[in-house]
T-cell receptor, first 113, second 111 residues
Framework: EDQVTQSPEALRLQEGESSSLNCSYT??????LFWYRQDPGKGPEFLFTLYSAGEEKEKERLKATLTKKESFLHITAPKPEDSATYLCAVQAGSSGSARQLTFGSGTQLTVLP | DGGITQSPKYLFRKEGQNVTLSCEQNLNHDAMYWYRQDPGQGLRLIYYSQIVNDFQKGDIAEGYSVSREKKESFPLTVTSAQKNPTAFYLC??????????FGSGTRLTVV
């Protein structure tokens, strides 16, 4: 059974205080690992897709990395507008053409001014 | 602009009542999905559809039903058999590739 575990559950940072969010996964043949941002009461917004170990992607203050067992979302010099819940999800090779995603429970990030 | 539209944004259900959540996409995506989100839990898959007139159960399909009569539409009915329906419901779609586009969600509350 595919599993995704995110840590910490909640993280409070001061503005400008860099940190990382963790996503550990067990999956039968990883096809892709996804990071989403979700604001309260809204649908998740796509951030990154990573396909193979060693891959990295960046967008503004965010950088996602991938190993064979986990992914990190690094946040550099965060601002209050980065406050949101960050979701990690994996797509397994066993999902076939259906392409289902298995989600973690998310990390709720709060950036204080 | 292309996207996924979910309606209504808020929905209230009485005990024993069936309610239907709407999901419409103009992205020309083949696959569509319904997820349920509860506080402190990850998104859980209810139903998905890869083509018109075909759909499959996800992990928590009991008490729910769907239809896919048009490529653009994938409505979800929450039946009276679903004993704990209060949750945030998300619809998503994807083309022949990776990554989902999500709607803005419907918050369902039992009153």
């Amino acid at each position: 059974e595919d599993q995704v575990t995110q840590s910490p559950e909640a993280l409070r940072l001061q503005e400008g205080e860099s940190s990382s969010l963790n996503c550990s996964y067990t999956v039968s043949g990883l096809r892709g690992l996804f990071w989403y941002r979700q604001d309260p009461g809204k649908g998740p917004e796509f951030l990154f897709t990573l396909y193979s170990a060693g891959e990295e992607k960046e967008k503004e203050r965010l950088k996602a990395t991938l190993t064979k067992k986990e992914s990190f979302l690094h946040i550099t010099a965060p601002k209050p507008e980065d406050s949101a819940t960050y979701l990690c999800a994996v797509q397994a090779g066993s999902s076939g053409s259906a392409r289902q995603l298995t989600f973690g429970s998310g990390t709720q990030l709060t950036v204080l001014p | 602009d292309g996207g996924i539209t979910q309606s209504p944004k808020y929905l209230f259900r009485k005990e024993g009542q069936n309610v239907t959540l709407s999901c419409e996409q103009n992205l020309n995506h083949d696959a569509m999905y319904w997820y349920r989100q509860d506080p402190g839990q990850g998104l859980r898959l209810i139903y998905y559809s890869q083509i018109v007139n075909d759909f499959q159960k996800g992990d928590i399909a009991e008490g729910y039903s769907v239809s896919r009569e048009k490529k653009e539409s994938f409505p979800l009915t929450v039946t009276s058999a679903q004993k704990n329906p209060t949750a945030f419901y998300l619809c998503a779609s994807t083309p022949r590739g990776y990554g989902y586009t999500f709607g803005s969600g419907t918050r369902l509350t039992v009153v």
